[in-house]
């Protein structure tokens, strides 16, 4: 089945309908097949950015919660391949939660990421692969 790695950006914007890119996150979210997978740097980036707002936090453990966003493992043995995308990408620069996302990427050979970040476009999936961006 066609998996599609989920960022911060996105997953805020789809429970914050006062963020500037809900809508366009909504639409795209709306066209993507398959299961959405991300990591728990990611939702813990999430989490910190809706703060404020005690409901859009509980929304986002639901989706983790309901199976509507897909957990990937990551265990000790990730931990050296993280770290070496933090160095390679450091002028970017990489922050956890990409190398996360990337190094889940690279190692289930997933191409596709919803994000709103423009350093996915300097960032290789398996393969050595552009990502294909979502929206």
Not at 43 to 53: C, Q, R
């Amino acid at each position: 089945m066609k998996q599609t790695l989920v960022d911060t950006g996105p997953l805020v914007a789809l429970i914050d309908e006062g963020d500037d890119d809900h809508q366009r996150c909504e639409d795209a979210a709306r066209r993507l097949k398959g299961d959405l997978v991300t990591t728990w740097p990611v939702i813990t980036e999430a989490m910190y950015l809706l703060d404020e707002a005690a409901q859009g936090q509980d929304a986002l453990l639901k989706k983790v919660e309901s199976g509507d966003l897909n957990l990937a493992d990551l265990s000790a043995q990730d931990a050296r391949a993280i770290r070496e995308l933090i160095h390679k990408y450091r002028d970017l620069p990489m922050d956890f939660a990409d190398a996360s996302l990337v190094r889940v990427a690279q190692r289930e050979g997933i191409a596709e990421v919803f994000t709103l970040d423009k350093h996915f476009r300097a960032y290789r999936s398996a393969r050595a692969r552009n990502f294909a961006i979502k929206p």
